[in-house]
């Protein structure tokens, strides 16, 4: 091969590489080019794969000419093609080419005599893949000239695929920060969320309890003034007011420092085992369903493993757990079922008053509530702690009811 005919195949190599952006692409239509004009059986390009425990050498592409496989008559699958893992070492260390006569026969053809390794090297100099050549048996490399073609277009393609490597991870990159800040976003939005529900809880839902305080704490002064003692009828009844106002101010206080706290506080990922975590929750409530006479039958499937924050996902069950126990109370006995589908979604289902669906987007407000305050006492949080700390743990959950006819929660985490 005269210069002249070099310098023109790697001037129009490099300009048809232009039209091709992906890494594969890119190895495949060289490694098309060079079988064809060179007049190979055989080619590969692997690409280096360097931890601090091994280096390995993958296959990127491969390329058989049309006459190789019609001498084979038969099927070629990259399995059949490969060369001795010393070989490749010996390239990479030495960042030389290497040439095989008569190469192990579990690793050759008929046909073919004569194995070619080069090394594509980056910009830097370091080997970042391997380019193989197999020859038939009636020629090999020509001259000195045509082993530097090859090598030429082994520079060539090195400094393509670093750049599409290159754009590959910048568009990984992109879409990393992309999703980071989607998740902050959300995050914020969370947090605006919590800082509302935190505003409206001091604008309204404390408010109440403040003004009993307040009031009564007056009506008691007016009482002792008047010479009434702590066993006048009226002053028990103050007392009992403002007893039962404070308590409510601290229930509303300490649901409020839970869902600040679950958002600040940091996950600890390991895998949990849903079962234990549910059966921890009963038990946790058998105290109270005991003290309230309230007769539950549970039905407990079988449950997943998941990767999460263990702490906050027995939170989650006991929140939600003691919920189905709450809105089931009128049923006699109360039925609650907790299993998981096919899909591992987890499922929480009552038997108890249900929920009109039309108000379903209301349900883990804080604070919102489906039913009066007289008719199902409580903090109005329960279900937004539930909501948050599937929220962190990146999953969903819905719920689906018929008022009257009980309601089932579906929660799904990421799998372990």
Request: aromatic fraction near 6%.
């Given at each position: ?126 080997v970042i893949g391997l380019l193989s050549l197999e020859f038939p048996n009636s020629r090999n490399l020509r001259d000195n000239l045509e082993t530097d073609l090859i090598s030429s277009v082994c520079s060539i393609l090195g400094a393509w695929l670093e750049r599409a490597k290159s754009q590959e991870n910048l568009c990984l ?172 979604t987890i499922f929480v289902k009552d038997n108890g008053v249900g929920f009109n669906m039309a108000y379903a987007d209301q349900l883990f407000e804080p604070f919102q509530r489906l039913h009066s305050q007289s008719e199902f006492s409580g903090t109005g949080i329960g279900l937004t702690i539930v909501q948050r700390i599937v ?26």
């Open positions: 091969m005269k210069e002249v005919d070099k310098l023109s195949f790697l001037l129009n190599l490099t300009q048809k590489l232009q039209n091709y952006r992906k890494i594969n692409d890119i190895a495949q239509f060289a490694l098309d080019y060079l079988v064809e004009s060179m007049e190979c059986n055989f080619g590969e390009v692997k690409v280096i794969e360097k931890t601090n425990t091994y280096t390995r050498a993958n296959t990127l592409s491969q390329s058989f000419s049309a006459q190789l496989v019609f001498n084979l008559d038969r099927p070629i699958t990259p399995q059949s093609k490969s060369c001795d893992r010393d070989v490749i070492s010996q390239v990479i260390e030495t960042g030389k080419p290497l040439s095989i006569e008569d190469f192990p026969a579990p690793f050759r053809h008929l046909a073919i005599g004569k194995l070619a390794i080069f090394p594509i090297v980056a910009i830097d100099n370091n990159l992109k879409e990393n920060l992309e999703k980071k800040v989607r998740q902050r976003t959300a995050e914020l939005e969370a947090a605006n969320k919590e800082l509302e529900s935190f505003s409206y809880s001091v604008a309204h839902d404390l408010r109440a309890p403040i003004r009993h305080v307040n009031s009564f704490v007056g009506a008691l002064r007016q009482k002792l003034k008047q010479g009434a003692t702590i066993d006048d009828r009226e002053v028990v009844d103050y007392l009992d007011i403002i007893d039962n106002s404070s308590r409510k101010m601290a229930e509303l206080v300490d649901s409020l420092l839970t869902l600040s706290r679950i958002g600040r506080r940091k996950l600890k990922r390991e895998k949990v085992n849903l079962q234990t975590i549910v059966k921890k929750a009963i038990a946790s409530l058998e105290t109270q369903i005991n003290t309230s006479g309230q007769i539950v039958e549970w039905t407990i499937g079988t449950l997943p493993t998941v990767e999460g924050d263990s702490t906050m996902l027995q939170m989650l069950f006991n929140n939600l757990l003691a919920n189905a126990i709450k809105f089931s109370r009128n049923s006699s006995p109360a039925r609650i079922e907790v299993a998981s589908s096919s899909d591992e929220q962190r743990h990146q999953g969903k959950i819905w719920a689906e009811s018929q008022l009257g006819s009980g309601a089932t929660f579906y929660i799904n985490l990421k799998k372990s």
